[in-house]
């Protein structure tokens, strides 16, 4: 494992030399989370910022800098009247400075510092984890290189020439204009920094500098990055080493080791593919993160020498019993995730400290899930880390545009060149699986074209073109990896298809308000509030259990993500509180849920199959009743006794042609034998002969799902996995066993739910 590397000592000081700042103070935080009260002044976040590239020499800047902030156009400022902690944003509590950032202004950040003589004849690089928007950086007065636009990639500058050999001086400036602008925001917006009502899905916003700040010295010719592709049927790692200041072409060894003892070895030149051998490969899967050391080193006269790590997985898409499913080293495993936000009311963008970054994805591993969706906003490289080493796969988010807006082409220009400077920062983790675009249409544009350049651009992972392509006014560009709907409360399904994998990018959304750790109390809001955690409790692990029983195998379903890990703001509908003091749901039992949902996946056997285009009769195999069928009466489903000595329209009537499902082609409607173009659904829980108005929802509500029971099978509605189509005193019903309707019964739930296909009584 890569060790969490300390810093360099620096001689630093936050003000300049010819006045003093007023002495720094954190303001109050309007929620405090377990590690609100841990944060160092002098150094937070103090571990070392990039664990896939790591040197020994290195020198945090987080701290306590001098600030200001002025107008939009103004230059430098000549005095910094304010401090600020760095890496935390204004707007939020931890930076001392809790203020409201708009369009209309300009961040100012100045310290000064003393490079360590044991520095002395190397490059000295100054390097941002990330800052939101366009950051701009001084040294002793000079500009170093040109302003670096964007808000989630990291970025880096060679200060060596502008260093004077004494003391130092860096000053920044950083302008953010949110959503007035045309850059990634996800889902910040310009509002008041302290608890307001309003029921709103998006966040308060996050200027300026939000990660790690720090120095490192390097040789001329030095390594920039490692680009580790795992070849399983090979069992090699594909290697590429990227190198700046004359590094091409430089010769360099690359070394994957475990427990100190070398498994391969490889050696070529900077720029090209190495073949690593990795011998009985030890895979990396979500049970099992297994990690790999590995170590580059520049040979010959350039010595440069970084650490890394790799996960040994391959992510794919195929045909599994005839359905589409995202394979895990060869084998479907079903993905339950959760969406998770990244927000935090004492930090906004930036975890407190590195247990609480760490804290939300064990808390996955906790509750049992065994992915995690990080939702239109890109974390720092240690949270990739934790995920690769405790075990989650990743979906991660391209940060979207405003929503509601066409992005202009400087905009479409500038986000693109982001997105491609996000993948080659986190190419190599092993968690990370799946790209996500685009979602629910925000800023959306050239669907097609985009998932093809970053599948182009990052081959070995899975793209997903837009999340929610049924939602917003979204527009599926119709290619990649997987078709992604969104359905609240769900799960629903996504229909099907002959190339991609159905996932459901976003579900749930159940809400629960714990006293005492709201935002801001009495104004948040769910897709569906609970009146107790033991109703929160059964509604949740009902979802799972659809899932687990009728979705995944019925209806095809591969992955889902369930709103959301953790309250935000005014958003109720988390499994825990916004300030992580409380865990909602009965932990135990949602991790139960999950692991038997996962479980479920890697046993799946092949869909039930029911004969397409020709005509059944569907009967009753509850015992005592197994002489009754299927049929419809003005208009109303009912079971009927049915034999040969029964009428003709009885016959008839008790006749259904199978057709394909008009919402998933994985699954079944019936229609009517006798009246063509009508069909069996579901409308207010009653069951009922009807013809379809081409809506979704009418489509949905005509599809069922067989999967197989004792003695026959069992049909659920494919818009509501779990929810079975059931007889009860005649009548045709859709219940769900134990709920609160008188049709949900659980008495003889299980047969009155099992139904026999047999021949058709009318050909």
Known sequence: MVPALAATALLVSGAGPSYAAPAWDPKPSPMTTPWTNQVPV?????????????RPDWADLNGIWDFAVTSRD???????????????????????????????????????FTVPSGWSGRHIRLNF??????????????????????????FSYDITPLLNGGTNTIVIS???????????????????????????IVYTASSGIWQTVWLEPTATAHITRLDMVPRLEDSILRVTVRGAGGADGTSVKVTVSSGGTTVGSATGTVGTELSVPVPDTHLWTPEDPFLYDVTAELTGTAADKVGSYTGMRSIAVKDVGGVRRPVLNGRFVFQTGTLDQGYWPDGIYTAPTDEALKYDLQKHKDLGFNMVRKHIKVEPQRWFYWADRLGLLVWQDMPSMDSGKTPDTAARTQWESEYRAIIDQHRSSPSLIQWVDQNEGWGQYDQARIADMVKAYDPSRLVDNMSGVNCCAAKDGGNGDVIDNHNYVGPGNTPTEPVRASVLGEYGGLGYRVPGHEWYPGGGFSYEDQPTTTALNNRLVGLLDGMRENTMPAGGLSASVYTQITDVENEANGLMSYDRQVVKVDQARVRAANQALIAASRSLGATVKLPVGQNVSIRVTTPGYTDRYIRHYDGLGFTEVVNSASGDVLKQDATWTVRPGLANKLCYSFESRNYPGEYLRHREFRVRREASDGSTVAKEDATWCPVQGSGGVRMSAAGFPGQYLRHINAELWLAQSGSTHPWDNPAGFTEDTTWAIEPPWAP
Do not use: C, M
């Open 74 to 112: 103004a230059g430098q400022p000549t005095t910094f009247g304010e401090q600020i902690r760095v890496p935390f944003v204004p707007e939020s509590a931890l930076s001392g400075v809790q203020r409201k950032i708009t369009q209309n202004d300009k961040l100012w950040y100045k310290r000064t």
């Open 42 to 54: 002098d150094h937070p976040l103090p571990e070392y910022p990039r664990p896939q590239l790591t």
């Open 129 to 154: 984890g990330a800052s939101d928007w366009e950051t701009t950086v001084w040294v002793n007065g000079r500009q170093a290189g040109a302003a670096h636009r964007g808000g989630y990639d990291a």
């Open 174 to 200: 950083v302008y953010d204009p949110t959503e007035t602008g045309g850059q990634a925001i996800g889902k910040q917006r310009v509002q008041d920094v302290t608890p307001h009502p309003g029921k709103s």
